[in-house]
């Protein structure tokens, strides 16, 4: 007799490693408009914070508006990044397997984006 009936997973670091890959261009763009951050620095800053509130630290800590395309830029090359460098968590495959044996449903549930989600489960796992 099953103790439950579904598996929800999250995505990033149950499922894959995203968020090193997103938080290092978001790193990378943030010393681009002049400030001087680590990737320790930007988990440590952003993440966690919805888009809007980053966009203000950043405002904040430049001194004048971040440039328009800034959310569209970074959206670009995560979309880019995530497609060349996406990995499994290690093991996943088994656990999938195991649950699949188990005729044991399961799905993905995620505060992602939709556009970034699409890209992260296109990868095979």
Known sequence: MKKFDLVIFDCDGVLVDSER??????????????????LDDVFDTFVGNSMARCLEIIQDMLGKPVPDNFVLEYKRRITEDLRANLKPVSDINNVLDILN????????ASSGDHDKMQTTLRIKV
């Open 21 to 38: 890959i997103t938080n290092t261009v978001f790193a990378k763009m943030l010393n681009e408009l002049g400030l001087t951050v680590t």
């Open 101 to 108: 044996k188990l005729e044991l449903a399961y799905c993905v």
